[in-house]
């Protein structure tokens, strides 16, 4: 059985691996067939944190599949599941779970689609710990997949401006797809005079950091923010943050809300029926596949932002048998 191995900053390699066991009650050997790379997968690519080196199976966590084995009575062998692995050691053909890590697919929309509620529903998470946004104003700093998503959920909550701020015009020609009405090159904009223009001088009522990583702009999005407003800290930040204007977030009054780890039992399935529903269009945020066998090659994209890449997908041998 193949699983992928980082064995160096920015190189990944597949290996061979013994077959998975179930090891307890109620868990579920999940086979892989259709993945995707998240940002938090680059942390262990770029060895970002060497105080938590890459072990085998790591990057991966958004995925579908089926259910090869259980041991519980939740799923049965054959069913098609959205799956999170633990601590993202999901980059095996195989891997032992607990069955609560696991929701049914929803057989409506495409498994590209449905793929997509696992981000989603870290999103709707974040979104959930927010008071009603009926009539805000939110600018969404960092228009990757996440940003995107995040448009896609604003809109649905009825936001009343979405403001998309990024530095790549390849991200930010998807954004009025996802939902933005105000989009922000700040690599030829300042985003604070173009956010303050579209509040008429109020500034964003919330701002979302959907960076994150060695980018950080937690600073920006304070700038951002008006008096008493809320920061959504999405983005993994880097293990210490030193450069923080703790004096602007004090001044203003900020509310920061951090965000990890959603609810099985919320946040996927209500993504999951978002997306079946067709409440939100997904499709623009994805751009690129690979075959599993071209893993370094899906990394290097992804990280690299190469042909305005977002959503980067990964096929496993699972899904070719059954095509």
């Given at each position: 059985m193949l699983a992928g191995e980082i064995y160096g900053p920015r190189k990944i390699r597949l290996v061979d691996v013994p077959e998975p066991k179930l090891r307890g009650p109620d868990e579920i050997i999940f086979q892989v067939e259709?993945?995707?790379?998240?940002?938090?997968?680059?942390?262990?690519?770029?060895?970002?944190?060497?105080?938590f080196p890459p072990v085998v199976g790591h990057s991966l966590h958004e995925m579908i599949g089926r259910v090869k084995e259980t041991s519980g009575t939740r799923f049965q062998p054959g069913d098609r599941v959205l799956c999170v692995p633990v601590n993202q050691e999901g980059l095996f053909e195989r891997f032992g779970v607990s069955q609560d890590r696991a929701i049914p697919l929803d057989p409506r929309p495409s498994p590209d689609e449905a793929l997509l509620a696992q981000p989603l529903g870290t999103v709707l998470y974040a979104l959930r710990k927010l008071p009603n946004l009926l009539g805000l104003d939110v600018a969404v700093v960092g228009q990757g997949p996440i940003g995107q998503l995040f448009n896609l959920a604003l809109r649905?909550?009825?936001?009343?401006?979405?403001?998309?701020?990024?530095?790549?015009?390849?991200?930010?020609?998807v954004s009025p797809q996802t939902g933005a009405n105000v989009v922000v090159n700040a690599s030829r904009?300042?985003?604070?005079?173009?956010v303050k223009?579209?509040?008429?001088?109020?500034?964003?009522?919330?701002?979302?950091?959907?960076?994150?990583?060695?980018?950080?702009?937690?600073?920006?999005?304070?700038?951002?923010?008006?008096?008493?407003?809320?920061?959504?800290?999405?983005?993994?930040?880097?293990?210490?943050?030193?450069?923080?204007?703790?004096?602007?977030?004090?001044?203003?009054?900020?509310?920061?809300?951090?965000?990890?780890?959603?609810?099985?039992a919320i946040d996927f399935p209500l993504a999951m029926r978002w997306i079946a529903e067709k409440r939100v269009d997904v499709r623009p945020v994805i751009t690129h596949r690979f075959k599993l066998a071209e893993i370094q090659k899906a990394f290097d994209v992804f990280s690299e932002r190469r042909d305005g890449a977002l959503k980067v997908f990964v096929e496993f041998p699972a899904l070719e048998s059954r095509l």
């Open positions: 259709l993945a995707c790379l998240c940002g938090s997968d680059l942390v262990y690519f770029e060895n970002d944190y060497p105080e649905n909550l009825g936001a009343r401006q979405i403001i998309a701020i990024d530095l790549l015009e390849s991200r930010l020609a904009q300042d985003p604070a005079a173009a223009e579209a509040t008429g001088g109020a500034m964003a009522d919330v701002v979302i950091e959907a960076v994150g990583h060695r980018d950080l702009a937690l600073n920006l999005c304070v700038e951002l923010c008006r008096r008493e407003g809320k920061v959504v800290f999405f983005g993994v930040p880097p293990a210490v943050v030193n450069s923080v204007n703790a004096f602007a977030l004090w001044r203003k009054n900020v509310t920061v809300v951090a965000s990890v780890n959603p609810d099985f």
